[in-house]
C-alpha cells in the first residue's frame, strides 16, 4: 500500500460540518477549577459534547446533580492528569469530574484505568495510545452507566470490550475504536447493537463488507469515519446510502469502484464526504452529482478519477471542495470552477498538471473565502493576477509553484486578504518575500521565524 508522499499536510475535510461534528483532543493540561456561575461554569477548553443541545443545558443538569464518585478518587484522578502532558479534564460545580481526555496513554497503569472506572460521574472517556490495555483492564469501564463519549484507539482490546461496551453503555452517542486490530466483524456487530449512536469512528481496523453489513441498525448516526478498513467496499457504501440521518460519511479503501460510488448516490442525507484511495473513475463524478445534500467533498488520491469526473460537478451547491494527489486532473477541469457559485473553500493539492491556462477559472468563484495552493508546479503569476480579483478571499496559502516576485504585487493589491502563506515557491527572491512584510497581516507566514509576523485584524 503505497504512502502518499505528504501525509504530514494532510487537511481535514468538510470544515463547516466537521466543525460541529469532531473533537477536539488536545487541550490543557490538567483540571480547571470549577466556575459558581454563568453559562461557562465547569467548561474545560476542549471541544463541546457530541449531543447538540440548548445552550447552557448540559451546565444547569450538571450545576445541580449530585457527585457519586468518592472525592479521594476524583482528586487522585485529577493529580494523575496534571501530572500528564497534553491530558484534560472537566470539573464541574459540586465536585462533578465529567470530561478525562488523555492523547497520549503510553504512560497509563493498570491501576490507572481501574480509577477510571471509579469515576461514575463520567460522561467523557477519551484513552488513546494506550498499546497495553486489554480486555481484562477495560472490563472495569463498564461500570460508567452515564458515559456518551468514548474513545479507546491504538490499543489491544478486542470483541470481549465491545462487547461489555455494547451491554452497559446504553447512553453512549459517540464512540472511538480506532486501530484496535485485534477486534473482529463480531465487534462490528456488538458496536451496532448501540443504537442511540450519533457518530462512530473506526480508523485502521479490519473489518468487511460483512461486518459493515451490521450498520444498517444505527438509524440515528451522523458521523461515520471508516478510513482504513481497506476490505470494506462497494458493498458497505451501499449499506451507508441507506443510513436515514448520515450527514458526513469518510472512507479509505481501494476496494471501492464506480459500483460502489452508484450506491452511495442513493443518499439523501450526506453533506460531507472524503473519498480517499477509491479504485474509481471519472464515471464516479456523475454519481457525486446526484446527491442533492451534498456541500463538502474531498477527493484524494483516486488515481483514476480524471477531469470528467471533475467537470460532472458542475452546478452542485458546493461550499466546499478539495481535489488531492490526483494525476488525472488537468486543465479541463479547472472549468468547473465557473458553474460553482457558493464555493468558500478551495484546497489544490499535489496536482501535477493544471496550469496557468486552467487555473485562471479561479477568477469566476466570487464567493471564495479560502483559497489553499500546494505543489502545483505549473502554477504560475498569471494565476495569482487571476485570484487578486476575487472581493471575498480573505486567507490564502500558495506553496510550491512556480510562481515569481511579479505575484507580489498582485497580492498586496488584494484589500481583503488578511492572512497569507507564501512559502517554498522556489523562484520568489528574498527581496520579494521582504516587499509582503511591509503590509499589516492578520497572520503572515513567509518561510521563517524571522520574517513572519502576526498583526491585529
Not at 465529567?98 to 480509577?115: F, H, K, M, N, R
Not at 482490546?157 to 447512553?171: F, H, M, Q, Y
Not at 469566476?364 to 508546479?377: F, N, Q
Not at 486567507?395 to 511579479?406: H, Q
Request: charged share 20%; aromatic share 4%; net charge negative.
Amino acid at each position: 500500500m503505497r504512502k502518499s508522499t505528504a501525509m504530514r499536510n494532510n487537511l481535514p475535510l468538510a470544515g463547516s460540518v466537521l466543525a460541529v461534528l469532531t473533537v477536539c483532543l488536545i487541550g490543557l493540561a490538567g483540571c480547571p477549577a470549577p466556575k459558581s456561575g454563568g453559562n461557562g461554569a465547569g467548561q474545560s477548553s476542549g471541544g463541546a459534547a457530541g449531543v447538540d443541545r440548548k445552550p447552557g443545558e448540559e451546565e444547569r443538569a450538571t450545576a445541580t446533580a449530585t457527585a457519586t464518585a468518592k472525592a479521594e478518587d476524583v482528586e487522585t484522578a485529577k493529580g494523575l492528569l496534571d501530572g500528564m502532558p497534553g491530558a484534560k479534564c472537566t470539573l464541574r460545580p459540586g465536585g462533578l469530574l465529567t470530561e478525562i481526555v488523555i492523547p497520549d496513554g503510553s504512560a497509563l497503569t493498570p491501576e490507572d484505568v481501574s480509577l477510571f472506572g471509579k469515576l461514575t460521574d463520567l460522561e467523557t472517556l477519551q484513552i488513546l495510545n494506550y498499546r497495553e490495555l486489554n480486555d481484562e483492564m477495560a472490563a472495569g469501564l463498564t461500570a460508567l452507566e452515564g458515559l456518551k463519549k468514548l474513545a479507546l484507539t491504538n490499543s489491544a482490546i478486542g470483541d470481549a470490550t465491545v462487547e461489555r461496551i455494547a451491554k452497559s453503555l446504553p447512553n453512549l452517542a459517540e464512540l472511538d475504536l480506532s486501530s484496535n486490530t485485534n477486534m473482529t466483524n463480531g465487534a462490528l456487530k456488538a458496536i451496532c447493537q448501540v443504537g442511540g449512536l450519533e457518530r462512530l469512528t473506526l480508523v485502521q481496523n479490519n473489518f468487511n463488507d460483512i461486518g459493515t453489513g451490521h450498520l444498517e441498525s444505527l438509524k440515528n448516526l451522523r458521523v461515520l469515519d471508516l478510513r482504513g478498513n481497506m476490505d470494506a467496499g462497494d458493498m458497505t457504501l451501499e449499506i451507508v446510502a441507506r443510513l436515514p440521518k448520515l450527514a458526513a460519511f469518510k472512507h479509505r479503501s481501494t476496494a471501492v469502484t464506480d459500483l460502489g460510488m452508484e450506491y452511495l448516490a442513493e443518499s439523501k442525507t450526506l453533506r460531507a464526504l472524503l473519498m480517499h484511495d477509491f479504485n474509481v473513475t471519472g464515471q464516479s463524478g456523475q454519481y457525486l452529482a446526484r446527491m442533492p445534500s451534498l456541500r463538502e467533498l474531498e477527493v484524494f488520491r483516486c488515481p483514476a478519477f480524471g477531469s470528467d469526473g471533475v467537470l460532472a460537478l458542475k452546478g452542485l451547491k458546493l461550499t466546499r471542495l478539495t481535489l488531492r494527489d490526483l494525476p488525472a486532473v488537468d486543465d479541463q477541469a479547472m472549468e468547473v470552477f465557473a458553474e460553482l457559485p457558493e464555493l468558500k473553500r478551495l484546497y489544490l493539492h499535489e496536482l501535477p498538471s493544471p496550469s496557468d491556462e486552467g487555473l485562471k477559472n479561479l477568477a469566476a468563484l466570487k464567493s471564495l473565502e479560502l483559497l489553499d495552493i500546494w505543489t502545483v508546479p505549473q502554477m504560475g503569476d498569471a494565476t495569482v493576477a487571476a485570484i487578486a480579483g476575487l472581493p471575498n478571499l480573505k486567507e490564502l496559502s500558495i506553496r510550491t509553484t512556480d510562481v515569481t516576485d511579479a505575484a507580489v504585487d498582485s497580492l498586496l493589491g488584494m484589500p481583503n486578504l488578511r492572512s497569507l502563506t507564501f512559502t517554498d515557491n522556489g523562484r520568489v527572491t528574498p527581496a520579494g518575500l521582504q516587499k509582503l512584510s511591509g503590509k499589516q497581516w492578520s497572520k503572515l507566514d513567509i518561510g521563517s521565524a524571522a520574517s513572519s509576523e502576526s498583526a491585529a485584524p
